[in-house]
């Protein structure tokens, strides 16, 4: 079971990285279309859930770390589960795990990088104060 105080619970659940209660995004599940719908703060403590503009563009980092991992997870797993590995069959594979995998990619990567920057705080739900980013 997943510690509720810890960083990998906000990131793993999706939560609001102040008070791990509030949800990150409007929609829940593999939708194709509405997977990037985050609340503009969060629901229950008010946190912002975009502190400043253009916030996510470090998210791209991230972003480009878990695809490296994705990346590396495949051709691993095609060199051990095959006889032989084709440059073409890699790269139909990569192509089809990205675009089965985009959405949890780009949620990943913006809960993680929010976690970088805003850290919890226990109470922070029934105190409806926002704080100031730290
Ligand atoms: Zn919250």
Known sequence: M???????YSILKYKCP????GDLYTHKGWS?????????????????F???PGFYYGAMYVSYALTTALTITILVAMSVLLDETTMT????????????FYPFI?????AIWINFFVHYKKDA???SAPEART
């Open 106 to 110: 780009f949620r990943m990567s913006r």
């Open 125 to 127: 739900a029934s105190s």
């Open 89 to 100: 069959s890699f790269l139909g594979s990569l192509v089809l795990a990205l675009l089965l």
């Open 18 to 21: 102040r008070c791990h209660e």
């Open 2 to 8: 997943l510690n509720k105080s810890s960083k990998l």
């Open 50 to 52: 975009e502190p400043e």
């Open 32 to 48: 194709y279309t509405k997977f990037s719908r985050m609340y503009k703060s969060c629901p229950r403590c008010q946190q912002s």
